[in-house]
C-alpha cells in the first residue's frame, strides 16, 4: 500500500542510501534471491529519529526476504517475477518502480503506467490507498540517466511489464 511503502522507500532513498538509486536498487532488488515479504523499519537507517517517529508511531520490525520458504517438490527456490498477468494471481495490488527521478506507483486496478512520487518528496507526506487516487498516465516516461540506458528497477510490489521482482508487505 502506498501509505505504507511511500514513506519508507522515500526515506531509505534520502536517508539510508544517500540519494543513490542505484545503491537503493541494489539492495532492495539484486541483493535478494527470492523476494520481500516485509519491508521493515531497517529502512529507516540514518533516518532523523523525528521523522522515524512519525513514520513508525515508535514501532521498530525488521525487513523479511521469503528465502526461507521450502517448495513443494523440494527444488531450489526461483527468485519471484510478478509482471502485469501474474500480479493478480499473487494477489499483489500495487506497483514501484525505482526511476533516477522517483517512484513510480502503480495501481494494479488500472493497466499501464503509474504517476511518479519524485525522490525529495517529503517521507511524512500521507498518501492515499485507494487506486483512484492513482491513476494510470497515458505516455510513458523513459528514465533519463547519464549511465547506459537500462529498464526501469522496481522496488516493493509488483511491476507493470515484462518481468520484475517484487517485494510486498
Known sequence: MPSNHLPLLLAAYQYKFGRDVEAMAQHLIDDIAVGWDELGTDL???APPTLVATLTSGEHWPSRTLD??????????VRMTVTDTTASDL??????ILHPQGIEVISMAHTGTGPLVAWDTDPSTP???HPAHWPPITTRRTPTTSRTARPP????GAAPTGPRTAARR
Open 44 to 46: 529507516l537507517d540514518d
Open 91 to 96: 494477489g499483489i495490488p500495487w506497483g514501484y
Open 153 to 156: 528497477r522496481p522496488a516493493a
Open 68 to 77: 526461507h520458504l521450502i517448495t513443494p517438490d523440494g527444488s531450489p527456490l
Open 127 to 129: 498518501f492515499s490507498d
